[in-house]
């Protein structure tokens, strides 16, 4: 028989009937998901049991944490950042999908008891509640470490103020530490009660090369110091502040004579013709550089010799220091004596009335003639030659305040012959104003 020879097919035939079960590289990607798929359905089927491990970076202290501080307890000291190695056993399907993070290592806190160094062991759970549901029959167990060491005590809080040592600081020679102040100037301390009852202060220390001569600041660290005043390091205390912004207030200081300043005066009077003593005749103060170098006597007393003076009579004078001084002496007032032995006092009736600065838009017309009963002290040569005339009563508009119509206005005594004569006393003259 005689066979046909058949044609071969066309290139685009045999292009068309290859299919992607002749690509190699897609044969080795189905092939590895059976092997996946099929050993997910063994482990799912026939091994659901497995086991992990897992390594926690931390404690969790706080968990159960009312086991303790129902006793009235805290933890003073405990490990920090460790990380503990668990082990997690059962269903491969939550044990596959478990993180670390989803993990929880506490301390058991049932064995404590009360204060002191406990060692505890440690214990694991599932924290993460979407695997709360399946966690039954998940066991875990801390590999390592297996225990862990706390600290138990009472803890309080104690507050106590700073005080500042100075006893490392020189002061110049006429300079004064006359403040130092601190910021904080209190501090919390807060530990266990058996290390605070053995705190009685907080001290901060102040030390400076050469001596000092103007206020200063510096930082200083805080120190904690028993009942002798030696320095502790109690190991479960701690501040709120480890250190304080000290400034030291440094005076110089000076004794300065006192002087008065007589007011009331007439116009050209010389107080240094007045015969006077004070109790204190100079004062020691203090105050900041600047002021108390630029001082050459203090006028801490005001006199009105207008109104006060008298004969035979001592004047206790309050002392009233400039602002930034204070007194090192507990000096508060003084008393003042006149030597009256050679002045005399004579009365007169003043006719002789001057008007000055005159206001511009009102008329002044002084309607009284004399001012009656001026009474005038000095030396008894000067107030023996002295005449009414001699007297001027003077009526200074200037800073008056004065409206149309009859008005008493005050006048001060003036005496142009003599710079040792004054007046004592208030008066005035009736006036008759008229608006221009």
């Given at each position: 028989?005689?066979?046909?020879?058949?044609?071969?097919?066309?290139?685009?035939?045999?292009?068309?009937?290859?299919?992607?079960?002749?690509?190699?590289?897609?044969?080795?990607?189905?092939?590895?998901?059976?092997?996946?798929?099929?050993?997910?359905?063994?482990?799912?089927?026939?091994?659901?049991?497995?086991?992990?491990?897992?390594?926690?970076?931390?404690?969790?202290?706080?968990?159960?944490?009312?086991?303790?501080?129902?006793?009235?307890?805290?933890?003073?000291?405990?490990?920090?950042?460790?990380?503990?190695?668990?082990?997690?056993?059962?269903?491969?399907?939550?044990?596959?999908?478990?993180?670390?993070?989803?993990?929880?290592?506490?301390?058991?806190?049932?064995?404590?008891?009360?204060?002191?160094?406990?060692?505890?062991?440690?214990?694991?759970?599932?924290?993460?509640?979407?695997?709360?549901?399946?966690?039954?029959?998940?066991?875990?167990?801390?590999?390592?470490?297996?225990?862990?060491?706390?600290?138990?005590?009472?803890?309080?809080?104690?507050?106590?103020?700073?005080?500042?040592?100075?006893?490392?600081?020189?002061?110049?020679?006429?300079?004064?530490?006359?403040?130092?102040?601190?910021?904080?100037?209190?501090?919390?301390?807060?530990?266990?009660?058996?290390?605070?009852?053995?705190?009685?202060?907080?001290?901060?220390?102040?030390?400076?090369?050469?001596?000092?001569?103007?206020?200063?600041?510096?930082?200083?660290?805080?120190?904690?110091?028993?009942?002798?005043?030696?320095?502790?390091?109690?190991?479960?205390?701690?501040?709120?502040?480890?250190?304080?912004?000290?400034?030291?207030?440094?005076?110089?200081?000076?004794?300065?004579?006192?002087?008065?300043?007589?007011?009331?005066?007439?116009?050209?009077?010389?107080?240094?013709?007045?015969?006077?003593?004070?109790?204190?005749?100079?004062?020691?103060?203090?105050?900041?550089?600047?002021?108390?170098?630029?001082?050459?006597?203090?006028?801490?007393?005001?006199?009105?010799?207008?109104?006060?003076?008298?004969?035979?009579?001592?004047?206790?004078?309050?002392?009233?220091?400039?602002?930034?001084l204070v007194a090192l002496d507990d000096t508060t007032s003084v008393t003042l004596s006149f030597d009256t032995s050679g002045m005399s006092a004579v009365t007169l009736n003043v006719p002789n009335i001057q008007t000055i600065n005159m206001p511009s838009n009102y008329d002044i017309e002084v309607m009284t003639e004399r001012v009656p009963h001026v009474t005038l002290y000095g030396p008894q040569d000067e107030i023996a030659q002295l005449s009414p005339e001699s007297v001027v009563a003077q009526l200074d508009c200037q800073n008056l305040q004065i409206a149309a119509g009859q008005q008493t206005l005050p006048v001060t005594i003036q005496i142009p012959s003599s710079s040792r004569v004054f007046a004592?006393?208030?008066?005035?003259?009736?006036?008759?104003?008229?608006?221009?």
């Amino acid at each position: 028989m005689i066979r046909k020879k058949s044609n071969p097919p066309e290139p685009d035939q045999a292009i068309k009937k290859r299919s992607l079960m002749d690509n190699k590289l897609f044969l080795l990607v189905i092939s590895l998901l059976c092997a996946i798929i099929s050993w997910s359905i063994v482990t799912l089927t026939f091994d659901p049991e497995g086991d992990r491990e897992f390594t926690v970076s931390e404690i969790n202290y706080s968990y159960n944490s009312n086991l303790y501080t129902a006793m009235g307890l805290d933890i003073v000291d405990a490990p920090q950042n460790t990380s503990v190695r668990v082990k997690v056993e059962g269903s491969g399907t939550v044990i596959g999908q478990l993180s670390a993070s989803d993990l929880m290592v506490y301390p058991n806190y049932s064995t404590v008891t009360g204060s002191g160094e406990q060692t505890l062991t440690l214990q694991a759970r599932i924290a993460n509640s979407q695997f709360a549901n399946n966690a039954s029959n998940i066991v875990l167990t801390v590999l390592t470490p297996t225990q862990v060491t706390v600290v138990f005590d009472r803890v309080s809080e104690k507050t106590l103020p700073v005080t500042i040592e100075t006893s490392g600081l020189r002061i110049a020679e006429d300079y004064m530490l006359y403040r130092s102040s601190a910021v904080p100037a209190e501090v919390t301390i807060t530990g266990p009660q058996s290390e605070l009852d053995s705190i009685a202060s907080v001290v901060a220390p102040v030390a400076m090369d050469g001596e000092l001569s103007d206020s200063t600041s510096q930082t200083a660290a805080l120190e904690l110091r028993d009942e002798g005043g030696n320095v502790i390091t109690p190991e479960y205390t701690s501040m709120d502040s480890e250190s304080a912004n000290v400034t030291l207030t440094v005076y110089q200081v000076r004794e300065l004579p006192l002087a008065i300043d007589f007011i009331n005066t007439p116009t050209n009077f010389d107080t240094s013709s007045l015969d006077y003593t004070l109790s204190q005749e100079t004062m020691l103060v203090a105050g900041p550089t600047r002021t108390v170098s630029a001082l050459s006597e203090l006028s801490v007393i005001s006199f009105d010799l207008g109104q006060q003076f008298a004969f035979d009579r001592d004047y206790q004078l309050p002392v009233e220091l400039p602002g930034g001084l204070v007194a090192l002496d507990d000096t508060t007032s003084v008393t003042l004596s006149f030597d009256t032995s050679g002045m005399s006092a004579v009365t007169l009736n003043v006719p002789n009335i001057q008007t000055i600065n005159m206001p511009s838009n009102y008329d002044i017309e002084v309607m009284t003639e004399r001012v009656p009963h001026v009474t005038l002290y000095g030396p008894q040569d000067e107030i023996a030659q002295l005449s009414p005339e001699s007297v001027v009563a003077q009526l200074d508009c200037q800073n008056l305040q004065i409206a149309a119509g009859q008005q008493t206005l005050p006048v001060t005594i003036q005496i142009p012959s003599s710079s040792r004569v004054f007046a004592v006393g208030s008066y005035s003259v009736l006036c008759q104003i008229t608006a221009r």
